[in-house]
């Protein structure tokens, strides 16, 4: 070999690696790009219309929509707020009866899919259910002209069972920023006089905004997103407005128009929650903290602390469980049902699929971004986090109306070729349904890959390239076998959110296409809980697997230090 080409061969390699790494650079564009399109096909829909009914859903139905969307996201963000933040107060400053058990009990209703919640409650306080016969049994009263009861059904109701289902999302955090604080902070007020309402108020509070802040507007903008819970209460919002105006009165470009009116306010609850501590600075010293010491409560104080831990617990996961049971145990045919084995099927091949895709497309973006400098993939990687800012019937309209364009355009090309027509291959499948899922969750798992990238040494990678092995080879023998925890709770969670999935399968499904979601609300809707409560149980017991794992990763920290 010359000298020459002893020269020219690292300016080879690194060519080679350059090319390498531009490859994944732009694979990880076209990733982020594919993510963020149904958004932008929403917005283009709907400044496109082919038949513009704005104007009538203006002087129509749309106030309607937003006062009762506005009432509702409002209602249940404040109500959450209180019931997370007060508990997570107990949990963190006292120890009483069961607080232990509650610490991680209060994390089950995240188990629970808000329609799910609905459904019980109805059943357990409508005329024929439990509680007023008892009630009418109890006072002799023969039908409902002889007492009063407040109807469930209504708006705020579905506050009711949509903070219920929620708070945990404030709980958590809210409980996590309660144990940061420095105990330091609470003996001064304590040495000023101020008493146990006085330290949550003027210390507590106060230190805690920011975190209470995000998890409300979390519950915000899954209140704005929800489906199963408004429809069944029969609700009129904006989420119900894109099924109505899409499958009723055949207008995709008003469904978008509200799709789009739907983006904007998750939106302006993003932003409305960080311009409200613009101004305010929340500093920790550069010391570890020394952490408050839980104070034990005794008589009448341990037990009514006890008792308001309880209640949302109660209300959030035992009621729903309890009632799902009642009902599975008495029609026990239900669960060998051809449709609950069909739902099931489904429901685990296209979560199962889409989790696996997700995740996969998160590790290689992520991967991508960090092998490269330029700034066009890392300025599009925020972009992928808005499908989960979506709901998930804004994500069906951006992606049905462009799918079924495609669809028809192949199915005409192998018309071409062939002479046989294949028909939908896309929204005529489950691929339209995978598609929504890895949109609508692909934050989730963009997540979990940043963070564990981010917690491998660059040593390690960098001795595996300096041994030959290039981008791919460092990724499979570095980095995969370091981050297989993070990756696996990145499927399960990822899992789990396809499973509960409701308005995104409703609007993409294939004709005759069930999932344990859509069956259970079907099935419910109808009134049917008997068949409804086998599915609903199952997408329970998938759930209870995500929250264990969220328990023992948050939880168990805890009580280690």
Known sequence: MTSAEHQTQPIRRQEARAAGAGLWSAGAALIAALVALPILSVIWLAFNPTENIWPHLVATTLP??????????LGTGALAAAVGAGAAWLIAMYRFPLSGALEWL?????????YVGAYALVDFLEYSGPVQI?????????????YWFPAVKTRGGAVVVLAAALYP????LARAAFREQPAGAYEVARALGAGPLGLFWRVGLPLARPAIAAGAAIVM???VADYGVVSYFSVQTLTTGVFTTWLEMGNAGGAAQIACLILSLVFALVALEKLSRRRLRYYQSARQPRPVARVSLTGMQAWLAMALCLVPFVLGFVLPVAVMGFHAAANPEAWVSPGLARALMHTLTTGGIAAVLTVAAALFMVYGVRLTGRATPRLLMP??????????????????IPLAALDHRLADGWL??????????????????????????????????????????PSLPMAARSLGKNAGGALAAVYLPLMKGTIGSALLLVFVDCVKELPATMLLRPFNYETLATRTHEKASLENLGDASPAALLVIAVGLVAVALLARANIAPARTR
């Open 169 to 172: 999302y404030v709980y958590l």
């Open 416 to 457: 071409a070729l062939t002479g046989t027509d294949p028909g939908l291959m896309l929204t005529g499948t489950a691929s339209a349904i995978v598609l929504a899922y890895v949109v609508r969750f692909f934050a989730i798992a963009q997540g979990a890959a940043d963070a564990a990238f981010g917690r491998v040494s």
């Open 134 to 146: 008892a009630l009418r049994e109890s006072f002799g009263w023969a039908s409902s002209r002889d």
């Open 106 to 114: 209060l994390l089950l209703p995240l188990a629970i899919p808000a």
């Open 64 to 73: 309607r929509y937003l006062t009762n969307t506005a009432v509702l996201a």
């Open 383 to 400: 972009f992928t986090a808005l499908g989960y800012a979506a709901p998930g019937a804004v994500l069906a309209v951006g992606l049905l």
């Open 221 to 223: 903008m899954e209140t």
